[in-house]
């Protein structure tokens, strides 16, 4: 017999020589393979294999020939981290088992940005600047902007990125996005006034002229009016 199952029925024959024969039943059950197991983790991770939230793993248990003994519960993973291994072991009703195991890695946490330059407010009289700042964050960054301009920053975190003004207000933005999809921004707002010379008015005078008087308190002698 070769076919796996739960009370298959072997029927057997005897017969003697004088012709007398009888009939028995066996009941076999035949369990060949170990269980099968496979975890689900929901939510799904995203394309790098990372969460942002907690993960529930739930694990399917099947076997063809005896059926299931035990199967792992499911598991709420709720910190953070990367590499956390999650291990669940399924047996059938013969005492055949299997294992597995999965990693999860989970990162709730938005990289911060701190822009140490330009300040906030600041009124500036070069259209072009150097950006600088520093980012925090603990795993890797997938992505990392400032105004949409992908800028790569150090291995410390900092970065520098050279920024060209409009004339008036702008709003720097500055955008990071780690592998967990998590993602944060900082803005700062500053002014580009260009230190252009002062104008010449051509524009015609206008207003009345004004007029000069001037009273002299004494005369020199060669003006003094002649006596006698
Ligand atoms: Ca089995
Ligand atoms: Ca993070």
Do not use: R, Y
């Amino acid at each position: 017999m070769t076919a796996e199952g739960v009370g298959q029925l072997v029927i057997g024959n005897a017969e003697d020589k004088s012709g007398n024969s009888a009939t028995t039943t066996a009941t076999i059950n035949l369990d060949k393979f170990d269980p099968t197991i496979n975890a689900t983790k929901t939510p799904l991770a995203n394309i790098n294999g990372w969460n942002n939230s907690d993960v529930t793993i739930s694990f399917g248990c099947a076997d063809s020939g005896s059926g299931i003994a035990t199967c792992p519960a499911s598991t709420l993973l709720n910190t953070e981290g990367a590499g956390q291994v999650i291990s669940g072991t399924t047996t059938d009703l013969s005492g055949k088992s299997e294992s597995l195991t999965t990693t999860v890695n989970i990162d709730k946490t938005a990289p911060t940005i701190q822009i140490g330059f330009p300040e906030e407010g600041v009124v500036l009289t070069e259209s072009s600047l150097i950006v600088s700042g520093t980012i925090s964050e603990t795993n890797p960054i997938a992505s990392f902007t400032i105004n949409s301009q992908p800028v790569i920053p150090a291995m410390d975190g900092s970065f520098t990125h050279e920024f060209v003004l409009l004339e008036g207000d702008n709003t720097i933005t500055v955008s990071a996005m780690d592998i967990a999809d998590n993602s944060g921004s900082t803005t700062v707002n500053v002014t580009f006034n260009p230190n252009k010379p002062p104008s010449i008015n051509s524009a015609p005078l206008t207003g009345q002229p004004k007029t000069l008087s001037i009273t002299m308190t004494s005369m020199p002698a060669t003006l003094m009016p002649e006596t006698g």
